[in-house]
């Protein structure tokens, strides 16, 4: 059931970033440029999904318990460390590169571009290549908490 | 401003937002997208079943649309090869290390209003529009 749930929510998230055109790089690319032809089509994007999500985390939170699992999974870490700024500054560089981010990047392989498919699988290296390096520095504490922020 | 859409991307937003609250309601998970995707590679953790479908319903969502006559853009890209790899290695990276992308911190992160993810924010997007900036108007893309 909780397969069934999610694969419903990402179908709804998928049609999200269709409608909104947040599927296109080219049109996250023109709100990033905001010295050029500025798009700002993805903060009323942001705007709308935080309104909507925020109404629905603070119903979650009253309810308690998720309908079909234990316990949910809120983020547990507080705290802005290196790893987090670190990660975002390495993030927002590859994201300004090509306008592609995780969520429309996997939605893309629909697409079949070729090129959709090299960034997801170097997407899929990358991370595997940041566990490997975090197991290869035993001196430092894995940076993993609970329930990641995303 | 010419190509700025806002009724669509309320509605599309709407979506994403009613996508992540609907998640949360029901499996007591966060929809980041970096951290479902992560959680599908490599061996251990035997949770990857709902990880698995909420990427299906994603790639299935612009395939039915498609079906029913809508238009499907295909992703324009007009950067190199090498600058492909390295974006998505960034990407990979990046998120791992920060714990979440667009959707974990820029969405889900914020309307928790959880101050990790308003500063991962503003730092992805601030990284990402001094990149844009530099490659299209300093170098010239």
Known sequence: MPAIAALICGFIFGWGLLISGMMQPAKVLAFLDIFGNWDPSLAVVMAAALAVSAAGFALARRRGKPLLAAQSLWPTKSDIDRPLVTGAVLFGAGWGLVGLCPGPALENLATLSPRVVVFVIAMAAGMVLHDIWQTWRPAMRRDEPVAADG | ?141
């Open chain 2, 1 to 141: 401003m010419a190509n700025f859409t806002p009724v669509s991307a309320a509605i599309g937003g709407a979506l994403i937002g009613l996508a992540a609250a609907l998640l949360m309601l029901t499996t007591g998970r966060l929809a980041g997208i970096s951290g479902i995707f992560g959680g599908c590679l490599g061996s251990g953790s035997g949770d990857k079943g709902w990880r698995l479908a909420f990427i299906a319903g994603l790639i299935l969502a612009p395939l039915i649309a498609g079906l029913a006559g809508v238009a499907v853009p295909m992703p324009e890209m007009p950067a190199s090869w090498i600058v492909v790899v390295a974006a998505g290695l960034l990407v990979g990276f990046g998120t791992k290390l920060g714990s979440g992308c667009t959707s974990g911190h820029g969405v889900c992160g914020i309307a928790r209003l959880s101050p990790r993810s308003i500063v991962a924010t503003a730092i992805f997007m601030g990284v990402a529009i001094v990149v844009v900036a530099l490659t299209r108007h300093v170098f010239g893309g």
